[in-house]
């Protein structure tokens, strides 16, 4: 069985088909399809031809192309991997001097790609609305720029403009995955105010390290959110709600611990890579 990860290699699809007529093969979507450009899609058909199966995040993420046959395993983390150790179990962890806000203030954080989709200019505002109610609240929002994003550079440059010098909002790019984990550690609350997602991994990281996490309710955000027991989770325009849901778990520590224990036990259960790799096993199982 070969597996096929995103649209970017689908295209090998049908010179695999021809050279190993035998093999099976699965096209890995991580992608949510469900409002995907009719010409798009139709793209992507032309190289299904040859595809076995596909395995999608949700299944309605396979609607659109409901004649292929389709198998739903959600992503996972990997527990053993620098962003998601114990900072002692990590040979070069990141330099507490090198922390660019305070430790002893409120901190929230969104881990997330300059994308309008993670809606960073939403979680600018919430961040106002918040700092308001909360004295000393700070804000980082962690993001990579991936070669494949072209976006990525304006939407930060709009994002820097719009934060206008706050010393309380700190952009910050490029972290190793040593840092992303501490900062996701390090967190009171995490974000995650998409408008659209996949499955949103950064949910599980957080979760995995016992921060609560504010999320809206799109993609694969409440799979892995539990409304009010590991975190909250409001509509993707609702700045208010999650003001307020932030608000609410930065005032008490009571309740982070409650939600942060019940996050981890639902990473543990559900979204460590153990039950991917029993997903694919029944997946090989089933496509040979
Ligand atoms: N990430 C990172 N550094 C950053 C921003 C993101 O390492 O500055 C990682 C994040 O920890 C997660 C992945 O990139 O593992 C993003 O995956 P997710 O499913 O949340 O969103 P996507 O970017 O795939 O839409």
Known sequence: MAVLHDPQTLGMAPTLAERFPELALVWRCHIDLTDAAPSALEFVRSYLETVDRMVVTLPEYADPLGDVPATVVPPAIDPLTAKNRPPSALSDPPDAADRPFDPDRPL????????????????????????????GAQLVLAGAMPDDDPEGEAVYREVAA???????????????????????????????????????????????????????????????????????????????????????????PSRRGRFGERGRETVRERFLTPRLLADHLELIATAS
């Open 162 to 252: 719009a934060a206008d010098d706050d010393p309380d909002v700190h952009l910050l790019t490029d972290l190793p995955d040593a840092g992303i984990n501490a900062l996701q550690r390090h967190a009171d609350v995490v974000l995650q105010k998409s408008l659209r997602e996949g499955f949103a991994l950064t949910v599980s990281e957080a979760l995995w390290k016992e921060t609560p996490v504010v999320g809206t309710t799109v993609g694969g955000i409440p799979l892995q959110v539990d409304d009010g027991e590991s975190g909250f989770l409001e509509a993707p325009d609702d700045l208010e709600a999650v003001a307020d849901d932030v608000v609410d778990l930065l005032e008490s």
């Open 108 to 135: 929230v954080v969104q881990v997330s790609r300059f994308d309008p989709w993670k809606d960073p200019l939403g979680v600018l505002e919430v961040h106002r609305r918040v700092a308001d109610r909360v004295p």
